[in-house]
């Protein structure tokens, strides 16, 4: 296989997603293009030398433009989230790699539906894979489930409107952990197996799930399908912690 | 690439001297222990666990749980480092060595290599060089308590010197092997040996 090569990244665009959230835009010439659920490490590196290296999900579905977004939470008192989040603008450039990692993947000719499971920004790479899905027109049932503290957290908000609007088997169910909007009367506690339990029954026990989010929240929903009755081959795990930032 | 790209307002926060010395490369240092896995934490009751030594041996050998938690450990504390970028430094383990496990096969003149196979159907391949001399263990403790099933728990392997995802979780024994035969990351585009002070992350790397 030949080496992933360190790239030059241009920051094209900035966007606020949430508080503490935001989705970084770059122009990355040569670009190999990717699969929905990859990632890639950034490098940066200060005028002294030192370097830093992260790695962050792709959240844009795969594109024929040199372009991908990186949506990045804001870790407080981290090292590098944080000056992306307040120092970055247009026009930076730091080196990335990628893509990498092969199996948190979806391939848009795969025919089982899809339960995609997030906590917090654990929906990032799943999002790649929901806007993958939208973009090849397929007609695989799709469900996320998706967990937030309370509404203002929930990142892509007004896209996962949009296409939940789109009736083409994609449902977004939403559960907010710390604060329900006014007159909800959906989910309002932390992802168990009843709700795994009710959500599954939308979609079947073929499905293919996608698990990404902290570490509680990932051994849980794991866990519950495997009891529910998913074979583990069913279910595809990532972890996005808080760790380092 | 040839020339450095600085990152315009980049200043970042280096590790004190003397821990920064640990650190391989690309690394930064955490508290925490994060924990990674492709799929569902298997669980094995301890009444159907073994541990197996196969392949290239004289006679295959198979310890039940309360067999393998005879076996002489020791203590090993070690720094550690996953190629998610994050070290941890003196993790304290309780465990058994490899070379003591190996003890108790004659090994074929012509196994050059080990898989390790794991609940879950994980793999990851070492060349034997990378397990002995007291250089690779199983461990069933950490921190003076049982280790927890999403650290890999009853047993996993640990191979302190190289990328975490050699230090297989959940393993269930060994095979070796005269030829190298890549495990399940290494088929997915992570680098064959993993030495992060070589930052061998990627294939090609």
Not at chain 2, 64 to 87: G, Q
Not at chain 2, 110 to 121: I, L, M, Q
Request: with cysteine; hydrophobic share 40%; glycine share 10%.
């Amino acid at each position: 296989m030949a080496p992933l090569q360190w790239q030059v990244a241009t920051v094209t665009a900035l966007r606020s997603e949430t508080k503490r959230v935001k989705t970084l835009t770059l122009l990355v010439p040569g670009w190999p293009s990717h699969r929905p659920g990859q990632h890639v490490d950034i490098r940066l590196t200060a005028e002294d030398g030192y370097q830093a290296q992260r790695s962050y999900s792709i959240a844009s579905a795969p594109s024929a433009q040199p372009l991908i977004d990186l949506t990045v939470e804001r870790v407080a008192g981290g090292e590098v989230s944080p000056f992306l989040h307040d120092e970055l603008v247009a026009g930076d450039r730091f080196e990335m790699r990628g893509p990498i990692g092969g199996y948190f993947v979806w391939e848009a000719a795969a025919a089982d539906p899809l339960l995609l499971v997030a906590g917090g920004s654990g929906v990032v790479p799943l999002m790649a894979i929901i806007r993958h899905r939208a973009q090849v027109a397929s007609g695989v049932p799709c469900t996320l489930l998706y967990s937030s503290r309370s509404r203002d957290d929930v990142i892509y908000a007004a896209e996962l409107e949009r296409l939940n609007q789109r009736r083409d088997g994609l449902r977004v169910i939403y559960t907010f952990t710390r604060a329900e909007p006014p007159g909800w009367t959906g989910y309002s506690r932390r992802i168990d197996m009843s709700m795994l339990g009710e959500v599954i029954e939308g979609t079947g026990r073929m499905a293919q799930a996608f698990v990404c989010g902290p570490t509680p929240l990932v051994e849980v929903a794991a866990r519950s399908l495997v009891d529910i009755g998913l074979a583990a081959s069913q279910v595809r795990t990532e972890r996005f912690g808080p760790t380092g930032g | 690439m040839g020339e450095r790209l600085v990152t315009r307002g980049f200043v970042g926060r280096r590790a004190a001297p003397e821990r920064g010395q640990r650190v391989p490369p690309g690394q930064y240092v955490t508290d925490d222990f994060p924990v990674l896995s492709a799929g569902p934490t298997p669980r094995t009751a301890l009444a159907d666990w073994t541990f197996r030594i196969e392949g290239l041996v004289g006679q295959p050998v198979s310890w039940s749980w309360p067999e393998f938690s005879a076996l002489p450990a020791r203590e090993y504390v070690v720094d550690i480092s996953c190629v998610t970028k994050w070290t941890k430094l003196d993790t304290r383990w309780q465990g058994v060595s490899l070379d003591t496990l190996l003890e108790h096969v004659e090994l074929d003149s012509r196994a050059a290599f080990v898989v390790a196979f794991c609940d879950g159907g994980y793999t990851t391949n070492l060349p034997i060089a990378d397990v002995l001399n007291d250089r690779a263990f199983v461990a069933h403790g950490y921190d003076g308590a049982p280790l927890s099933p999403e650290h890999g728990g009853p047993a996993r392997l640990v191979v302190p010197h190289l990328y975490l995802w050699k230090s297989a979780k959940w393993v269930r024994g060994l095979r070796l092997m005269e030829r190298d035969e890549p495990g399940f990351w290494e088929s997915f585009g992570y680098h064959n040996r993993g030495d992060p002070w070589l930052e061998e992350r990627y294939s090609g790397d």
